[in-house]
């Protein structure tokens, strides 16, 4: 089980309250974020772009306190994270002062 | 019992402001999708109660929203606007080519006969068109296929498709306004577009009368005689009386023919209003003097509207898609300003007043006529 934190913004958009959870059989960044456009579909387009599913400028990628954006979308993710004891979170860059 | 409600969009979030037909006493509601750019929102003629809404930010990119009754529940629908092949560039503003990236949705025009049927208007500049009521949208790519289009050119604001006119009784004409590409029209439901900025004269450009290349700010027209449409470009305002083919100056003694939106009476065809600003580098009222101005010529001659709009120490800006009419009697006049003021005139512009004083920065209004 995967434990996903969304900014707040997406929170709402999604109608979720803290953490969603995800069924992930092999996690990495492209397989949770696809479970959570699957169960979530108004998402799509906000932290990725549409058809070349590329990540959004100011969207970012934490796990265990490290910043995985720019690893690899098809790296596994951490253990602690595959195992539920970490959170997977998107992240909306501080950006505009 | 007739009423308004106006739909203004803002830098953080939309609200909703209704009345009864005497628009003396004004119910607000929101802040909706707090937080969210709302560059617009719009109802259907067909069905008021069907709303759409443009929702941005930087971070998370469009979302648009629908209403099915007014506002009260909304439904995120499609927000995926991919443009038709290829795209292929246009030009940057330093001349280089650039390709065409999708950015927001500016405006959203709904059918006048099917509420499912809905306009919108993007930057980098295109026409999109849902018929199933947001969910889905196709590009109009015979717009942005023009062979001006690799010569189009962002105004300070963007690339953006800010205005769509529909034909009252021929939907397959239209006329739409991109900055700073200038005006196009279609007669064949959006096949096939001319350029229609003959007698524009922009003294920015090298050739001031070239074919496309205009900043229009922003179109408005009257449903009972459609061939006649006024225009606030970057500077002058315009008007044009063969459906947007040929144009002429009508600024008159307008003390500044620079500004954002133009506006057309509902139930008097040759009476407009206007809000000059000072200049394109300065973007506020002159001499510190929010004014609406008004010709019941069809431009030309100009009269100064101040009865209640602050004359002193007035630094806002009034936006493109940021003044409305109503259709009561008499008509109302609606505008938002970058302070976050909405002002009504129930008058025809003879008198405002506050609706609001402290919203975020607004960026649209649209007046809806209930009955």
New interface residues.
Partial sequence: MIRVVL????RT?AGVDSEVELEVPEPTQRSVLDALEARYP?L????R???TAKR?D??RFFACGQDITLESADEPLPEAVSSGAEVFRVV??M??G | MSGVRLLVGTRKGAFILTSDGTRDDWDVQGPLFA??EMYHLNGSPADPDRLYASQS???????VQRSDDGGNNWE?VG??F?YDGVPGTHQWYDGTQHPWEFARVWHLEPSHDDPDTVFAGVEDAALFRSTDGGQTWQELSGLRGHPSGENWQPGAGGLCLHTILIHPDDPKRMVIAISAAGVFRTEDGGETWIPSNKGLRSRELPDEEREVGHCVHNLAMNPSRPDTVFMQKHWHVMRSDDGAESWEKVSGNLPSDFGFPVAVHAHEPDTIYVVPIESDSEHVPPEGKLRVYRSRTGGNEWEALTNGLPQEHCYVNVLRDAMSVDTLDPGGVYFGTTGGQVYASPDGGDSWTAIVHDLPAVLSVEAQTLS
């Fill in positions: 900014p707040q913004h997406l958009l108004v799509r387009g906000t932290i772009d549409h058809g959004r100011f969207i909306a860059a950006a505009g | 937080g969210w930010t930087g971070w998370h990119g469009q979302v995120t927000n995926e991919a």
